[in-house]
Nanobody, 121 residues
Framework: QVQLVESGGGSVQAGGSLRLSCVAS????????MAWFRQAPGKDREGVAA???????SYADSVKGRFTISIDNARKILTLQMDSLQPADTAMYYC???????????????WGQGTQVTVSS
C-alpha cells in the first residue's frame, strides 16, 4: 500500500518562505516520478514541480526561480522549498507519485491528503 503524507503547510506573509515535505512509503517501483501539485479554490489542480529517479527536475513557469524540489531517495522524502511566496501561491498542495513525470494529474497513481499554504499580502 503506497502512502504519501505531506507536512509543512501554513500561513505566511508575501515574500516569506515555507518548506513542504512528503514522506513516501510502500512504493516498490525502481523508477518513479514524484511531484507537487496545487489547487486553489475554484481552480483546476495544476502541476508545480516534479523530480524523477535521476533527479531531473521541472517547474511550472509561475514558480521557476522561487521554488526548489528535491528528494532524499534513501529516506523517500520529497521536499518543496518555497521562497518569495506570493498571494497567488495560496492553495492546497498535494504530493503525487507516478511512473513518469508530467504536469498532467492523470499520470500520477498515488496522492497525499494535501497541506494548505496561505500567503497574505
Amino acid at each position: 500500500q503506497v502512502q504519501l503524507v505531506e507536512s509543512g503547510g501554513g500561513s505566511v506573509q508575501a515574500g516569506g518562505s515555507l518548506r513542504l515535505s512528503c514522506v513516501a512509503s510502500g512504493y516498490t517501483y525502481s523508477r518513479v516520478c514524484m511531484a507537487w501539485f496545487r489547487q486553489a479554490p475554484g481552480k483546476d489542480r495544476e502541476g508545480v514541480a516534479a523530480i524523477d529517479s535521476d533527479e531531473n527536475t521541472s517547474y511550472a513557469d509561475s514558480v521557476k526561480g522561487r521554488f526548489t524540489i528535491s528528494i532524499d531517495n534513501a529516506r523517500k522524502i520529497l521536499t518543496l522549498q518555497m521562497d518569495s511566496l506570493q498571494p497567488a501561491d495560496t492553495a492546497m498542495y498535494y504530493c503525487a507519485a507516478g511512473r513518469a513525470c508530467s504536469d498532467y494529474e492523470g499520470d500520477y497513481n498515488y496522492w497525499g491528503q494535501g497541506t494548505q499554504v496561505t500567503v497574505s499580502s
